[in-house]
């Protein structure tokens, strides 16, 4: 991770996604097939990718979080992760990295998670 993603003692420091970069939709709709094998929501509507960062050389940094530090899966989701999206055409290398600042909360959700969920 570069040093200006790193967050800072307790400060999260959550770079904007590469939204302008031509994968950026393509990763998006990547990460919408990984799910939390307990939730019935994929992990980007669930508001768990918090950073999709694209460089010039389409090397890609998700910077994610899961719903809790004790997740059963919190060893291979990130894994799962960078196997979606490693596959798409230009992609040239994949890093998922895991924080806990700012824990997640129901609130990151998308409304279509919420409608999924029954929280609507």
């Given at each position: 991770?570069?040093?200006?993603?790193?967050?800072?003692?307790?400060?999260?420091?959550?770079?904007?996604?590469?939204?302008?970069?031509p994968l950026h939709n393509a990763?998006?709709?990547a990460c919408r097939t990984v799910?939390?094998?307990?939730?019935?929501?994929?992990?980007?509507?669930?508001?768990?990718?918090?950073?999709?960062?694209?460089?010039?050389?389409?090397?890609?940094?998700?910077?994610?979080?899961?719903?809790?530090?004790?997740?059963?899966?919190?060893?291979?989701?990130?894994?799962?992760?960078?196997?979606?999206?490693?596959?798409?055409?230009?992609?040239?290398?994949?890093?998922?990295e895991l924080t806990w600042n700012?824990?997640?909360?129901?609130?990151?959700?998308?409304?279509?998670?919420?409608?999924?969920?029954?929280?609507?």
């Amino acid at each position: 991770m570069s040093e200006e993603a790193n967050p800072v003692e307790g400060t999260p420091l959550i770079k904007p996604s590469s939204t302008d970069h031509p994968l950026h939709n393509a990763v998006v709709e990547a990460c919408r097939t990984v799910y939390d094998p307990e939730i019935p929501v994929n992990i980007y509507d669930l508001g768990l990718v918090y950073t999709i960062d694209i460089n010039d050389e389409n090397e890609v940094l998700i910077l994610m979080t899961l719903t809790a530090p004790g997740c059963p899966v919190a060893g291979e989701m990130p894994g799962w992760l960078a196997d979606a999206i490693e596959p798409l055409a230009g992609v040239k290398h994949v890093d998922v990295e895991l924080t806990w600042n700012p824990p997640w909360g129901m609130e990151m959700m998308s409304d279509e998670a919420r409608l999924e969920l029954g929280f609507m």
